[in-house]
């Protein structure tokens, strides 16, 4: 197995990071008409029939105040890959590569007063874009805009609209939030992704980290800090076995002792016992992504162990203290 058993079918990282590297320059000045207006605040629209916005809790609207403040701590080194417009910040994304558990957005609530706090935050962005304007680009230079609308959110936030929590995220906003979940782990793992311009600034976590065990392992070590939300999720159990298979394989094929990261997660197990149960066969590849029940359920690798799946998720919830 290969180093691209983790990037090429790790359901984040297959997302690619291509869309934070465009080179197409939304800095001319643009004067705001009432269809540019609708174009970007159609991006917070999760369907028609259905509206970006929601009725939060004063709860929830705290959050949102108190991100500016999460903001002032020291800046992380890797905020430098995340660049935003002026007067945003991407203290939040950037900081997560050093500590997923960290939560200044989500702040250990329920997550769906998260998701309802995302989605605020990201209409409120939106507003604020139209406002200066400039509108929300879909296609900004280097990402800046999708970095300025994401730039508070942490983890387990991404997490919440990644996985379209209480349905209020458009297909779009989804997809830019599984991008920064992959951005985020793969320069965990020292796999550099961000503007081309950039990467001469970018230095390798720990020394080593060239090395395919070591880049497996900081995946492992990421991904069992991430929130007990994103851990009940079979994207991340799919992601975390990877990981897993791909250490111990290359510890092996070294004549080497692998470090024990067995999981405690059911869905980990059961995965790695799929695995093992198909290493005799050639090529552990996926059918497309791995993100849900569906998609694990047509992976040839996965082929008999289809009746155990439904326990396997009911456990990892329980494990987790996550409800339906």
Do not use: C
């Amino acid at each position: 197995m290969s180093i691209s058993s983790i990037t090429g079918n790790n359901p984040y990282l297959m997302h690619g990071i291509a869309r934070a590297e465009k080179l197409q320059d939304s800095n001319q000045s643009q004067t705001v008409s009432p269809d540019q207006q609708k174009q970007s605040q159609s991006y917070g629209n999760s369907s028609a029939s259905q509206a970006s916005k929601v009725s939060l809790s004063v709860d929830a609207l705290f959050t949102i105040s108190k991100v500016n403040q999460a903001n002032s701590v020291v800046p992380s080194k890797y905020e430098q890959f995340f660049p935003t417009r002026d007067g945003f910040s991407a203290h939040n994304l950037a900081s997560a590569i050093e500590d997923p558990s960290a939560q200044p957005f989500s702040r250990n609530r329920p997550l769906a007063e998260v998701a309802q706090a995302a989605r605020a935050n990201l209409d409120d962005k939106y507003q604020q874009m139209i406002d200066s304007g400039k509108p929300f680009n879909d296609n900004s230079f280097e990402g800046v805009d999708h970095q300025s609308l994401f730039g508070e959110f942490d983890r387990r936030a991404l997490h919440a609209v990644a996985s379209n929590e209480g349905g209020i995220f458009s297909e779009n906003e989804q997809s830019t939030a599984k991008m920064y979940m992959s951005q985020q782990q793969a320069l965990a793992m020292g796999l550099y992704r961000g503007p081309s311009r950039l990467e001469s600034n970018f230095v390798q976590p720990l020394p080593g980290m060239r090395d395919h065990a070591e880049i497996a392992k900081a995946s492992i070590l990421f991904l069992d800090k991430v929130s007990n939300d994103e851990k009940s999720s079979i994207a991340w159990a799919h992601s975390r076995a990877v990981s897993q298979s791909h250490y111990e394989m290359e510890m092996n094929d070294r004549g080497q002792v692998a470090e024990d990261f067995t999981s405690e997660n059911p869905l980990v197990r059961l995965l790695m016992e799929a695995f093992d149960n198909w290493s005799s066969r050639p090529g552990l590849t996926s059918i497309g992504n791995v993100e849900n029940e569906d998609d694990l359920r047509k992976q040839p690798w996965f082929v008999g162990f289809e009746d155990q799946l439904d326990a396997a998720i009911l456990r990892a919830k329980e494990l987790y203290g996550v409800g339906d």
